[in-house]
């Protein structure tokens, strides 16, 4: 079942257990820390059973007509399930409800690694169209693919 979950103190649990069990994609710790840390100040929805998050998503507002999908992880033995889609049909209902107009997200561009390739065919499935590919932005072993999608 898809939760909003509002305590800052069990976002970040839920958040940094789940990305410290997928290092396909979330391979440093400073980096899970950071976003753990800044979960707890955002929007967040996670996939409970049984009082146990299975996945979870957060929005960061980045404009008052945009939200970014800032992370999102579902444990590897839910993965190809329907949880990752029913967490983002949960945060576009709360982006267009509360007036946003686009969602944006940023991933490694197709083609760098093959867990990425897996993001980027999600993300694409559910709607989402590239904008650009920033090469810099990260690193050049990680060009950053930037997608978005019009709230409608």
């Known amino acids: 079942m898809i939760t909003k979950i509002d305590d800052r103190e069990l976002k970040e649990k839920i958040c940094l257990q789940i990305l410290e069990q997928l290092p ?8 899970r820390t950071v976003y753990a840390k800044t979960c707890k100040e955002l929007s967040f929805w996670a996939d409970m059973e049984q009082n146990v998050a299975r996945g979870f998503i957060v929005m960061k ?11 999102m992880g579902v444990l590897k033995e839910y993965q190809r399930q ?7 049909d ?7 409800e509360n007036g946003y107009e686009f969602v944006h997200v940023k991933t ?5 690694y093959p867990d990425y390739d897996l993001t980027n065919a999600f ?12 090469e810099d932005l990260w690193d050049a072993a990680n060009p950053c693919q930037v997608y978005v999608m019009c709230v409608v």
Do not use: D
């Open 90 to 96: 949960s945060f576009y209902i709360y982006a267009k």
């Open 61 to 71: 507002e980045t404009s008052k007509y945009a939200v970014e999908l800032y992370v």
């Open 82 to 88: 329907g949880i990752g889609r029913k967490l983002f």
């Open 24 to 31: 396909e994609w979330f391979e440093i710790p400073e980096s």
């Open 108 to 112: 490694v561009r197709e083609g760098m």
């Open 123 to 134: 993300y694409q499935k559910i709607g989402f169209k590239e904008l650009e590919c920033m």
